[in-house]
């Protein structure tokens, strides 16, 4: 409510209501498994029950936190999907204990946004030799390597 007293002894006032956008709530996030291997496991990230104060449906957008920038990746691009399936690529550190943060942001119409945070643990894959490979490092075995990088001065 404004009010105003004019120099001459007159009052006025008036009411204007402001309404503000509240950003969508109510909903879940999952992501399953919580735990896999870089570029081999499929994991399924699942977003249900996102209500919004407006007749419009919610859209989303998924991004994970890299380790080494510490700035955010898109791994899904605005979508009204709810549900995704992907592989993760080897980003994570061990001196993190392999830990991964994935957001989910819920955006409504007016642009409005809840954001959604996650932690998955995402081990780097194991190197599978194949049999020329190995039949490569077999016959590096015989080198003496305990003098490799040493300088001679003379």
């Known amino acids: 409510r404004l009010s105003l ?3 001459l002894g007159n009052k006025g006032f008036d009411e204007v209501t402001i309404s503000v956008n509240s950003p969508p709530s109510s ?6 498994p919580l ?13 249900e029950n996102w209500e919004d104060d407006g007749v419009y449906p919610v859209s989303y957008e998924l ?3 890299d380790p080494y920038t510490n700035g955010t990746v898109p791994l899904v691009s605005r979508t ?6 992907t592989v993760l690529p080897p980003v994570t550190k ?5 830990a991964l943060t994935v957001i989910a942001y819920i955006v409504d119409k007016s642009e ?5 945070v996650k932690s998955i643990i995402l081990h780097m894959p194991l190197l599978e030799l194949d049999d020329e490979m190995a039949m490569c490092l077999e016959d590096l075995s015989f080198l003496d390597l305990e003098g490799c990088g040493e300088s001679e001065t003379r």
Do not use: H, M, P
């Not at 735990?35 to 977003?47: C, H, M």
């Not at 061990?94 to 392999?98: F, N």
């Not at 409005?112 to 959604?116: D, F, H, L, P, S």
């Open 112 to 116: 409005a946004k809840a954001e959604v």
């Open 5 to 7: 007293l004019l120099c």
């Open 27 to 32: 909903g879940r996030f999952d992501i399953s």
């Open 35 to 47: 735990e896999g291997v870089a570029s081999q496991t499929e994991f399924i990230l699942k977003l």
């Open 63 to 65: 991004r994970y936190v």
């Open 94 to 98: 061990a001196e993190d204990g392999w």
């Open 80 to 85: 009204s999907t709810n549900e995704f399936r």
